[in-house]
């Protein structure tokens, strides 16, 4: 009441007339809480959108930028500093995002759309609802920034995570439900030949077997995608010989041709770009020696197409680049005569890239908006450092500096270019090449910019396109960046990121790769970027963009970036890119690499939305002779479960399963171990279009495939559907896999670690009283994560939780407990970011660790298994019966000692929080783990004094 009196009486002005007063004659700084207090009023009479008027037309933007200017020098005065920012972002005026639409540039026609799913309603709404810019007449600016990281399964809900506990015992106890017939689940038998293989067409002494694909089981094809952008379709570049390629429709036109595998393929060197041209194209599968007698089948659902070309990124032309893969690569500069490079020959270093294979299976990979263009990280390959890289320390008051430079746009709107540089949404956007602007790409494969502004000679606002289908879901990007000046600080700021808080923060980097550098021999993603940090802009998102809530604003994701080679083209990414014909290279040189006695196929479980197809392999040991019980053994080999990708901007997922890959078809004999105890069937990438079109969270669907797995509707989720199908016809056989493991992604915590499902430990964190008769477990669901925290020095058994929510009923680790009855049901978390704790403490997590970790599971697996095998617990039931004792004390201690109170970052030492609303507001409850877990490594007696690891 008292703030709108001020307004109505026309006071903003005096305060601020009175604030100027005191700030010019308290030079010695004896007043600060007086000033302090001024700034107080202004606030509280800042919290109504007329007070927020009433600032601006009595000239307080630039009243309080000049004060606090001033203050800056004097670390006393950093609270007059962090309330005037507080001030003056608040009354910054809220715009929308210089876009003609928030939904995605492109649209893919679903072949079924529900009356009330998301597509339907995002896209039947009337246009322009979307883009309107909520204004509250109360309190708007006190949204504290609490929202929810909506990317990880365990941070969805703004709401204190004990609220979301499920509390309904009945609901907490697994029940095995089988919901589809038996003679339904009898398709998915196709995938398990290795039940019903006799082996009587191989020699067992000295093989391996081949790599067979099968057809997809029978489903409803979807219509052919069909492109239908917001805004009209980026122009393509010229073509080669100076015409203009065909539009759209017409014969020959490469955006129409969904792509296949070439046969003939030549490669034909070009002055200015890498081309590849073929005269035919017809699906032609991947040498494969069939299991049985017969020929190799090839996967149902592709058809012929027109001759497609695929082409290196026109910005390379000023490399003049020759040639790929090992061969000459000429560099002009100016008018020099040109000289040639050779690119380093890394196929020692890199055994599972080959840059003409990518190019070739990249042909097949069918993208929405029928990329014509491949990255070249993509096709050089990626050498991880040598090193780990070392957690960046954040520079005091770095996000303060980069809030007033933004503020000074208000208060200088002369100095502000505004200028467009990079548009998906225009059908001509100017190339501008004066040697002073950047150029950017990001229509390839994986990639992400929507748009660029050059807004200052070297600053650029960049926008990321929304997940297709959809309108938010802004955090994965990945682009390209060329005509940049030599030790010239860059700074890039990306502004319509949604999450509350990011890694960014606390000391994660952007990644980069340096063309020039790989020409070097250095092929490596490296963490780079200063002046790194991530706060709330003033960019309002609308309430159908932000789940219907009011009032919730887009976040800057901010770093620096100084270029140190001329000519060079550099490309961007969020995490590590990992695309889907990466994966189909890596399972292609797999395959050539499997060594002797390895039984591993390839199928196509099914088709995506888009055509894709997605893998599914087998992986075990071949029998030892065509002996019934050497066959019968394999047969009884308990079943390994492992999934990954569901979330496409999680590529550290990949890199994971990369390793585990890797480690599965290895020639070592810890591998040879793990083959002869399990059955491997693993779903590298359950999400290949989302993937491909460079989504951070959902498939061509415009939905989370993460939230679908109670009930998949084969029509939009078919990679759910038929993975759920799956396992539920290993559980219709008796047959449910001892292990299931879904690879995920963390963008807010560091570490890696694990979620799984446990009553007890859920019905501990809630007020539900229930006998100790009901709440009965069996403690096996902790061994393989407790093995981890020994075997991998970036696993954290302290961050791992086993506490089952509501929000999460619906994902792959919930329902598999709950309805297969998997007691050994995870979700496998790898940060982002870095380590605080063992072996990699203080450094950033690169592929080599990645990777490391997806080896390291599959050790403890083999572990595990010693552990629960009934020969195993026969012999050495004494020492299991310890390790539960154990484990039943690990976890009565931990009831004990549940705590609610939420764990914090802290900022540096010597920066104090910038406002209310920066101190870690995004940080995840603790409440689902004890903050130290009291958990003591086993002893190698303990764990087996046999175990091949002793």
């Not at 010239?488 to 808080?501: G, L, V």
Request: net charge negative; proline share 8%; with cysteine.
């Amino acid at each position: 009441m008292n703030a709108r009196r001020a307004v109505e009486r026309a006071q903003v002005a005096a305060l601020l007339s009175i604030y100027q007063d005191w700030h010019r004659n308290d030079t010695r700084h004896r007043h600060t809480l007086i000033r302090k207090s001024i700034l107080g009023c202004l606030k509280n009479v800042t919290n109504s959108r007329l007070g927020r008027k009433a600032f601006i037309e009595a000239d307080g933007m630039r009243i309080l930028y000049n004060t606090s200017t001033e203050c800056l020098p004097v670390r006393t005065l950093d609270s007059l500093v962090s309330t005037s920012s507080l001030i003056m972002r608040k009354c910054f005026p809220k715009n929308r995002l210089p876009l003609p639409t928030i939904k995605s540039v492109y649209l893919h026609a679903l072949p079924h759309m529900p009356a009330g799913g998301p597509v339907a309603q995002l896209y039947n709404q009337p246009p322009g609802v979307d883009d309107v810019v909520d204004e509250s007449d109360d309190n708007e600016d006190l949204e504290l920034e609490t929202e929810n990281d909506t990317e990880n399964e365990e941070d969805e809900k703004d709401k204190d995570e004990n609220d979301d506990f499920e509390t309904d015992l009945a609901k907490l106890r697994p029940r095995q439900v089988q919901a589809r017939p038996f003679d339904e689940l009898r398709v998915y038998e196709r995938f398990f030949l290795e039940l019903s293989e006799d082996f009587q067409g191989f020699d067992l002494t000295n093989s391996k077997a081949g790599v067979g694909v099968t057809p997809a089981p029978p489903l409803p094809k979807p219509p052919k995608p069909i492109l239908v952008p917001s805004g009209q379709a980026p122009p393509k570049p010229p073509h080669q010989e100076g015409g203009p390629k065909p539009q759209r429709g017409e014969k020959g036109d490469p955006r129409q041709l969904e792509a296949l595998e070439l046969e003939g393929i030549s490669l034909k060197c070009a002055p200015e770009k890498l081309l590849l041209q073929g005269e035919s194209l017809r699906p032609v599968p991947p040498p494969a020696q069939p299991l049985q007698g017969g020929t190799a089948t090839t996967p149902q659902g592709l058809e012929p197409l027109e001759p497609l070309e695929l082409e290196l990124s026109s910005s390379l032309s000023r490399l003049g680049l020759e040639g790929g893969g090992g061969g000459g690569v000429g560099v002009e500069d100016g008018g020099a005569e040109q000289g040639v490079l050779e690119v380093p020959d890394t196929a020692a270093l890199l055994p599972l890239h080959d840059p003409e294979l990518y190019i070739q299976v990249a042909k097949s990979t069918r993208s929405v908006p029928s990329y014509t263009e491949v990255a070249y990280p993509d096709y050089c390959g990626h050498l991880a450092p040598g090193t780990p890289e070392p957690i960046l320390e954040r520079v005091y008051g770095v996000q303060r500096t980069k809030i007033f430079q933004d503020i000074e746009r208000l208060i200088h709107p002369g100095d502000i270019l505004d200028k467009v540089v990079y548009d998906l949404d225009l059908p001509s956007c100017p190339v501008i090449d004066d040697g002073e602007t950047l150029k950017f790409n990001s229509q390839f494969e994986s990639g992400n910019l929507r748009k660029a502004l050059q807004v200052r000679k070297y600053e650029y606002d960049l926008i990321l396109n929304s997940d297709i289908n959809s309108n938010h879901y802004h955090q994965w990007f990945y682009f390209e960046v060329s005509s940049m000046r030599v030790g010239t600080p860059y700074r890039f700021n990306i502004i319509n990121c949604e999450k509350a808080n990011s890694q960014f923060n606390y000391g994660m980097q952007v990644l980069m790769y340096s063309v020039q550098e790989a020409i070097s021999g250095r092929p490596q993603w490296g963490r780079t970027g200063q002046d790194i940090c991530y706060y709330k802009n003033h960019f309002s998102r609308s309430s159908i963009a932000a789940g219907g809530q009011k009032g919730k604003s887009y976040y800057t994701m901010t770093f620096t970036v100084t270029f140190e080679h001329k000519d060079d083209v550099c490309y961007f990414a969020y995490h590590y890119p990992y695309t889907f014909s990466t994966l189909k290279m890596h399972l292609q040189k797999l395959q050539e690499k499997c060594g002797d006695g390895v039984y591993l196929r390839e199928d196509v479980l099914c088709d995506t939305l888009g055509g894709n197809p997605c893998p599914l392999l087998t992986i075990t040991a071949m029998p030892d002779s065509t002996n019934p019980t050497h066959i019968n053994q394999l047969r009884s080999r308990p079943v390994v479960f492992l999934t990954g990708r569901v979330h496409p901007g999680e590529t550290n997922a990949s890199w994971v399963m990369k390793g585990t890959l890797e480690f599965l078809t290895g020639s070592s004999p810890l591998a040879h171990s793990l083959r002869a105890c399990f059955l491997f069937k693993v779903i590298p990438m359950l999400n290949p279009d989302g993937v491909i079109n460079g989504n951070h969270r959902c498939s061509l669907s415009g939905e989370d495939l993460n939230r679908q797995w109670q009930h998949p509707i084969p029509d939009l989720h078919p990679t759910i559907y038929h993975t759920k199908g799956l396992l539920q016809y290993l559980n219709a056989i008796q047959r449910a896999p001892l292990v299931f493991c879904d690879y995920h992604g963390h963008s807010r915590k560091k570490n890696v670690f694990m979620y799984g499902c446990s009553v007890k430990e859920t019905v501990w964190q809630t007020n539900i009283n229930a006998p100790s008769c009901e709440l009965h477990e069996d403690l096996g669901y902790r061994t393989l994560p407790k093995l981890l925290s020994q075997l991998a020095p970036a696993f954290s058994m302290s961050s791992c939780s086993f506490v089952v929510e509501r929000s999460k009923e619906a994902t792959a680790r919930v329902v598999v407990w709950r309805e297969l009855g998997v007691q050994r049901s995870y979700t496998m978390e790898s940060t982002l970011c870095g380590c605080d704790q063992g072996k990699y403490k203080g450094l950033q997590i690169g592929t080599r660790e990645l990777e490391e970790m997806g080896a390291q599971l599959c050790v403890a697996l083999l572990r595990l298994h010693r552990l629960t095998s009934p020969l195993e617990l026969h012999t050495h039931s004494h020492t299991h019966t310890q390790m539960l004792e154990v484990e039943n004390e690990l976890i009565e201690t931990q009831r004990c000692s549940v705590t609610t109170s939420p764990t914090t970052y802290v900022l540096a030492e010597d920066e104090p929080a910038l406002e209310e609303e920066e101190v870690d507001y995004s940080a995840e409850s603790d409440t689902d783990h004890d903050p130290q877990d009291p958990a003591e490594p086993l002893s190698d007696s303990e764990l087996n004094d046999k175990d091949p690891l002793s």
